[in-house]
């Protein structure tokens, strides 16, 4: 489906949601569930790992928010992390910190001193973050 055709859809499953329709959507589109599901659940071979609203399952990651972080030292980026207290997970070959709190990019550069930090990128917990939780969860 092109992007025209997919927002034309989403706008069709918003407009039945407003007339109090049911609409049970099945998609590894994980911003497409997270955008428009009151109610979300998380399938894994085959087997329903977790069910609940946003809220609920964004209660699953240990953080509050997270950081994608860069370093010239990614190795010693991940040790100060972890000595500090925050929670670290590798996505797609980068490394994120969970963080308990929300920091500005200042406090958490200065957290992270003496690194030498390339970039910060503070966000919400995703639903691909939740789910990636589940399921690292599961297989170890």
């Known amino acids: 489906m092109d992007v025209e055709a997919r927002f034309q859809m989403w706008e069709s499953i918003r407009a039945l ?3 109090g329709v049911t609409v049970m959507l099945t998609t590894h589109l994980m911003d497409e ?3 428009l599901c009151d109610r979300i659940a998380i399938l894994h071979e085959g087997k329903i790992e977790a069910l609940g609203t946003m809220d609920e399952l964004r209660a699953i990651v240990p953080a509050v928010e997270m950081a994608e972080v860069e370093c010239s030292d990614m190795p010693a980026l991940k040790r100060r992390a972890e000595a500090i207290g ?3 997970r590798v996505y797609a070959g980068r490394l994120t ?3 308990p709190e929300r920091f500005t990019i200042r ?7 003496p690194l030498e930090i390339r ?3 503070l966000r919400a917990v995703s639903l691909s ?3 990636l939780e589940i399921i690292s969860t599961s297989i170890a």
């Open 107 to 113: 406090d958490l550069i200065e957290r992270l001193a």
């Open 97 to 99: 910190l969970l963080l």
């Open 86 to 88: 925050f929670s670290t």
């Open 33 to 35: 569930a997270e955008t």
């Open 129 to 131: 973050d939740v789910f």
């Open 119 to 121: 970039s910060v990128r």
């Open 17 to 19: 949601k407003v007339e």
